[in-house]
């Protein structure tokens, strides 16, 4: 493995990393072209739900059913159910004690699930490992503006913690993610479990909190959040690099 980002990762790395730290400045200074990112990334959120991050863990319990062979069928397909897992555990906890003031449960699982995906994805961009720009391009363009509508939601439940420090820590969580991938093999087996579990937290997320109502959203900035996800899958199947 490398000891070192590529001028690529490193590009894209911190290109995706004003996802965290500016997101909060656009959302207070430009209210209208904030309105229409956030139903961009609501489509995005959803094509990415389904059309990359559910293959990639299909992908990835293939690759860990032939490196750990087993005849138990909840070992075999054992990602599936830490997807549950993570689905469950975000459906049920209770993120407001009350209107005001958020639980501190909650802001712990918001936390450690969105560290933890910020690292995922840096991992993922060091895994590219392509030489082609444009692969690069596509997981800045994609990864920022779907993290934009997430940040969105952290920025409204915690509005001083996350202008104060939350959104640094996604940033560290972002590097130190890609520094583990520089490090570990592709479809390690607790990268897999870690994706699995908080791309259960991904998938709620993109439905019940993500997505807007019907009568409030820009129809056409949602479609075309949809079709990018598109186009960033095809581009990802066409490099071999899904």
Do not use: C
Request: net charge positive; aromatic share 14%.
């Amino acid at each position: 493995m490398g000891t070192g980002f590529t001028v690529y990762e490193a590009t894209t790395l911190l290109v995706i990393s004003f996802a965290h730290i500016g997101a909060m400045h656009v959302y207070r200074r430009q209210p209208d072209l904030s309105r229409w990112l956030l139903d961009f990334s609501s489509g995005l959120g959803i094509g990415y739900a389904f059309l990359y991050l559910l293959p990639k863990i299909g992908t990835m319990t293939i690759a860990l059913q032939t490196s750990l062979p087993a005849n138990n069928v909840l070992m075999q397909y054992q990602l599936y159910f830490y997807l549950l897992g993570g689905f469950l555990v975000y459906y049920l906890v209770d993120f407001k004690r009350h209107e005001a003031r958020p639980s501190h449960i909650g802001e712990a699982l918001n936390l450690a699930s969105f560290m933890a995906y910020s690292a995922l994805i840096g991992a993922t961009v060091v895994h590219l490992n392509s030489d082609i720009r444009g692969v690069y391009l596509t997981s800045a363009v994609v990864f920022t503006l779907h993290l934009f509508g997430v940040n969105n939601f952290l920025f409204r439940m915690y509005p001083e913690d996350f202008g104060r420090w939350m959104r640094w820590a996604f940033v560290v969580a972002l590097m130190a993610g890609g520094y583990a991938g520089t490090q570990v093999e592709k479809y390690n087996p607790y990268q897999s479990v870690a994706t699995a579990v908080v791309g259960g937290v991904i998938i709620i997320l993109s439905v019940r909190l993500k997505l807007p109502a019907r009568a409030r959203v820009n129809t056409k900035a949602f479609l075309l959040g949809v079709a990018t996800a598109v186009f960033a899958v095809v581009v990802y199947v066409r490099t071999d690099t899904y």
